[in-house]
């Protein structure tokens, strides 16, 4: 029902930053929670950010908070990712996930549309 593209990654400088897009595209009006994750290399997938579909909530995992700031349009259907002050171990491919069971929350239980991912590589 979803569709979502990611973009914006890219390789850049510690402390600098990246905004990341997340294009979404439905057959028909569904309201969708949006959670970004990341994986890097022999790690595990981890929650970075969630909004809901008004906006109104997000939530973020707490190493995070204050880099990153997750932001959505819904007249354009993009989910943005603001990540600033960028350290070499964020280096990863991020993904972005919507969540159309639980709309109003930020932080869902059910991604089940999932994008291909952008890869952001930190340099030191």
């Known amino acids: 029902q979803v569709q979502l593209v990611e973009s914006g990654g890219g390789l850049v400088q510690a402390g600098g930053s990246l905004r990341l897009s997340c294009a979404a595209s439905t057959r028909t009006f569904v309201p969708y929670a949006v959670g970004w994750f990341r994986q890097a290399p022999g790690k595990e997938r981890e929650f970075v950010a969630g909004?809901?579909?008004?906006?109104?909530?997000?939530d973020y995992t707490d190493s995070l908070k204050g880099r990153f700031t997750i932001s959505r349009d819904n007249a354009k259907a993009t989910v943005y990712l603001q990540m600033n002050s960028l350290k070499p171990e964020d280096t990863a491919n991020y993904y972005c996930?919507?969540?159309?069971?639980?709309?109003?929350?930020?932080?869902?239980?059910?991604?089940?549309?999932w994008g291909q991912g952008t890869q952001v590589i930190v340099s030191s």
């Open positions: 996930a919507a969540d159309t069971r639980m709309p109003g929350q930020p932080r869902g239980a059910f991604y089940d549309y």
């Open positions: 909004i809901s579909w008004s906006g109104g909530k997000s």
